[in-house]
Structure formats: structure tokens, C-alpha cells
């Protein structure tokens, strides 16, 4: 069975420090894996994913994510925090046609 | 915008009650999967349709039951209410299952 490990349920930054939010899975064969970012009172917009290919994706807002197949990671990172990147973000993975695994979300706080 | 619409915005009734959400997915998408988010639980997958067939179940209970109809627009059917109830629903769509999904605004459910 897949399943998704987001470590840290919060996380805090000064304004331009680097973002680094955790996620690892497991699963059997290659999944697709995806972060979604969610903004107070919104629904879920995707950030970047990764199916195939190269393991560096690069994603909206400046960040990126790095598949890692030997350490089971998917994490996102950020160079440079801004303020408007405050929000809960998703780690999730896809197997086959099987349904999707979300993490349990880490609350992203910038402070000024 | 994410292209998926979901009404009501918000809904609030009583315990025992019965009630509908409605979600119309993208143009084109064949899959729609629904969601629950409240503060103690997190983000819950409840069910997955694709082209009007269930494809995958997540933790929904028996009280609930969903359809997606020809038109592709489905509805979560949400009965006998409880307080434990009251979440964001959240429907979402995407094109074969295996790929992104686009989100909608959310339903607020409240149960008083």
C-alpha cells in the first residue's frame, strides 16, 4: 500500500530564508507524486509534480522539488521565503490508476 | 480559477438532516474525487468516479454515498448528520486519474 509522510506539521522561517518542507513515501513501483499549496479559505492548487523523467521539477512561485527514488523523498524547497508563502502545503502520491495518498499538510509560517 | 464549480458555498442545517453537494468538473476531466477537511481530521479522500463508475473509496462512511451522472457532474449525498459532520468538502477533478487534480472552492458544511 502507498502511503505519505509529511514530518513537521508547522513550520516557521524568516522572510528569505530557505524553505525546506519534507515529504516521503512508500510504494512498490515508481508513483506520481505532487505538492499542492492551500491558501486560507481556498481549495488546493497544484504546485508542481513529478511523473517521469527528470527528478528536479520546477513548480510555480519559485519553488521546486527533488524525487529522490533511493531515499523514498519528494521534498519542496524554496530559495527564498516570501511572505505571501504562508499556507498549508500537501505532499501526495499516485500509484497506477489507485487512488491518491495525501499527507497530513505542514502549515507554512513566514516571519517578517 | 480552477475551471471546477461546487455549490453551495456554504450550507448549515441540523443534526439528522439530509443534504446535497453538487460538483461539475472541468471541461473535458473524467474523473472526480471528493474530499473532507476539518481541523481534527485533516484532508480526507471520501471517493473517486471516473466517466460515472466508482474507481477507488477512501474513509467514507455509510451515511454518505456519492454518484456521478452522464453529464460528469456528480453529488455527495450526506445523511443523518452529525456535528462531527461539519468540514470543507471538497470536490476535485482530473483528466484520466493519474495526473493532476484541479480543485473546487469548497462546500462549508456546518451542523448545529
Known amino acids: 500500500a502507498q502511503s505519505v509522510t509529511q514530518l513537521g506539521s508547522h513550520v516557521s522561517v524568516s522572510e528569505g530564508a530557505l524553505v525546506l518542507l519534507r515529504c516521503n513515501y512508500s510504494?512498490?513501483?515508481?508513483?506520481?507524486l505532487f505538492w499542492y499549496v492551500q491558501y486560507p479559505n481556498q481549495g488546493l492548487q497544484l504546485l508542481l509534480k513529478?511523473?517521469?523523467?527528470?527528478?528536479l521539477v520546477k513548480g510555480i512561485n519559485g519553488f521546486e522539488a527533488e524525487f529522490k527514488k533511493s531515499e523514498t523523498s519528494f521534498h519542496l524547497t524554496k530559495p527564498s521565503a516570501h511572505m505571501s508563502d504562508a499556507a498549508e502545503y500537501f505532499c501526495?502520491?499516485?500509484?497506477?490508476?489507485?487512488?491518491?495518498?495525501f499527507g497530513t499538510g505542514t502549515k507554512l509560517q513566514v516571519i517578517p | 480559477d480552477s475551471g471546477v464549480t461546487q455549490t453551495p458555498k456554504h450550507l448549515i442545517t441540523a443534526t439528522g438532516q439530509r443534504v446535497t453537494l453538487r460538483c461539475s468538473p472541468r471541461s473535458g476531466d473524467l474523473s472526480v474525487y471528493w474530499y473532507q477537511q476539518s481541523l481534527d481530521q485533516g484532508l480526507q479522500f471520501l471517493i473517486q468516479y471516473y466517466n460515472g463508475e466508482e474507481r477507488a473509496k477512501g474513509n467514507i462512511l455509510e451515511r454518505f454515498s456519492a454518484q456521478q451522472f452522464p453529464d460528469l457532474h456528480s453529488e455527495l449525498n450526506l445523511s443523518s448528520l452529525e456535528l462531527g459532520d461539519s468540514a470543507l468538502y471538497f470536490c476535485?477533478?482530473?483528466?484520466?486519474?493519474?495526473?493532476?487534480?484541479?480543485f473546487g472552492p469548497g462546500t462549508r458544511l456546518t451542523v448545529t
Open positions: 476535485a477533478s482530473s483528466g484520466d486519474g493519474t495526473d493532476e487534480q484541479y
Open positions: 513529478y511523473t517521469t523523467g527528470a527528478t
Open positions: 510504494s512498490s513501483v515508481p508513483p506520481y
Open positions: 501526495a502520491v499516485i500509484l497506477g490508476y489507485q487512488k491518491v495518498t
